[in-house]
């Protein structure tokens, strides 16, 4: 199985140096959620990581785990609101296999969050256009936040808002590390949640290691990683958003800084993963201590504090 298309060997997140160190080492369970467009649960790369909620009985209509949720036995889709967070648009299932796609399963490709203990909760918050209102994100992330995950994927946003910092908040307390992607803006500011200060913020780079030329830049930027042409997973039926994009089934390429998020965000449940008693912060901290300093020496308005590199975060 092959890594997500993170560049050539010198510029990407040092991944296969991890799995050659790290694949045989224990690692407890570590949720990611994944708050966008929902997933493709049926998906031979990823439906084999979904997180299941072990206090829901399937098809019973009934909540059983008190949580506010009827039968929320893989997610919740806050659009539709009921219990199947069905990808009808592919930017969730493409954000999830970048974060924690199934890895040595002979199968397309491989997450960064290799770990079969590192898992997906879906959370839908953005419709089958991928579009969505702040109020659903922030129904996402708390969501998130009650029910186990310990880390929360945002490849979306837009301005600042009460709402979505006040849940952002929520989550950061109950000790979750939450990364955002820091906006498509062609080197304007980085958009919100990534700008909050309890969010790591991700730019994108190129093959060449240097700043996409798509990607938002500002002081708000803590690290980077790859975002050009990033091969993941697609939907794995027809669907017409998709295919209007041209889009295939099944792995396609997409490029942003939503592709550079959950690199981080996959790194950040392997880091929870390897070692439980770890906190948010603690997290954050060796995230940006083990990136590889591009640009000015020193945190910049680029890359942050670098471009991520999971082999040195697994070993610090």
Partial sequence: TKLIGTGSRDSDIDWEEAWNGFSTAIFSTAVIAIVDSGIDETHPDLRGKIWLNANEIPGNKKDDDGNGFVDDTWGWDFVRKDNAPHDKYGHGTHVSGIAAAETNNGKGIAGVGFSNSVRIMPIQALNDQGIGFTSDIARGIRYAADNGAK??????????????????????????????????????????????????????????????????????????APG???????????????????????????SGTSMAAPQVAGLAGLLFSQNNTRNNSAVRNIIEATANDLGTAGKDNYFGYGRINVFNALSY
């Fill in 228 to 254: 050009e042409n990033v091969f993941s997973t697609f939907p794995s039926y027809k669907f017409a958003i998709g295919t209007k994009y041209g889009r295939a089934k099944y792995y396609d390429v997409g």
């Fill in 151 to 224: 880390v929360i994927n945002l490849s979306l946003g837009g301005g600042n808002s009460a709402t979505m910092k006040d849940a952002v908040d929520y989550a950061f307390n109950k000790g979750l590390v939450i990364v955002a992607a820091a906006g498509n803006n062609n080197g304007g500011a980085v958009i919100y949640p990534a700008a909050y200060e309890n969010v790591i913020a991700v730019s994108a780079t190129n093959f060449n290691d240097n700043i996409a030329s798509f990607s938002s830049i500002g002081p708000e930027v803590d690290v980077a």
